[in-house]
């Protein structure tokens, strides 16, 4: 049965773009969806079940989440300022199940060709102290290595696969580089780890046009019992820090390729999309 989505419902999701983000929307009855553009150099317009909701939207942004009925969803991206959905760039039937966070990634396959992949949220609590950190591959290049510190930490993550893990509260520098290197493609970058935070961190754009690039989500989860403020000296939270890329290191090398991308939508790719790398 496809849901009908309310205008106003709409309109705040076109003005709710950002990087940070709730869960507690999400109930028995209700979902979350988030939209990550990621295919560079390519600005669309995304209509859900036929009405405009997303209009001029740019590449590297992030909008949502948008409450919704659990139910499946039309999802429609055009050219910006098509008159309507009829040709769509790309088109995605999407399925939303009750009390679960989505983010639905437009993003170019390792080949280059313009798809959508819809990810699911981990949004349990963290423990008290901890947050939890995702890494999603959605960017047209082969396989990657996840550099902490400058040494991998997960080998051989494929478009669009995913890795995620539990940390204590900390900084982690985190780079991306080609599988079997450790020359970064993207960063190093520094990596919140925050307290009862979900932080999704995307490899996004393609390696042959050389615009790689990170885009970060957060989405509060929790966390299981009230934490300790960390507080005391630069060397201790130094200290700290080191301790989390230790963790991060041991942590992903146990789970590398463990994770799987949740297949909760059909994709169709529109007859004429191309996307050139």
Known sequence: ?????????????????????????????????????AIPDTPVD????????????????LAGPLDLAAGSYDIA????????????????????????SYTAVAHLSEAGAPTVTPFVNDTKTTAAGEGRLTVRHVAAAPAVDILAGGSPVVEGLVNPKEATLDLPVGTVSAAVALAGTTDPVIGPADVAIQDGVLTVVYAWGSAA????????????????????????????????DAGTQGLWA????????????????????SRGAKHTV
């Open 46 to 61: 995304v209509y859900v079940n036929g009405a405009l909701t997303l209009d001029d939207f740019q590449p590297g942004t």
């Open 250 to 269: 041991i942590g992903f090398a146990a789970i590398a390729g463990a994770a799987v991308v949740a297949t909760t939508a059909v994709v169709r790719r």
């Open 209 to 240: 046009d050389g615009n790689l690039a990170l885009a970060t989500q957060t989405v509060t989860v929790g966390h299981t019992v009230p934490g300790a403020v960390i507080s005391g000296t630069a060397g201790y939270a130094a200290q700290r």
């Open 77 to 100: 991206i055009t050219a910006p300022d098509a008159a309507d959905a009829s040709a769509p760039i790309l088109e995605a039937a999407v399925d939303l199940a009750a009390n679960t």
């Open 1 to 37: 049965m496809r849901k009908t989505l309310a205008t106003g419902a709409i309109a705040g999701l076109a003005l709710a773009a950002g990087f940070a983000a709730p869960a507690q929307a999400i109930s028995a009855t209700t979902a979350d969806l988030s939209v990550l553009h």
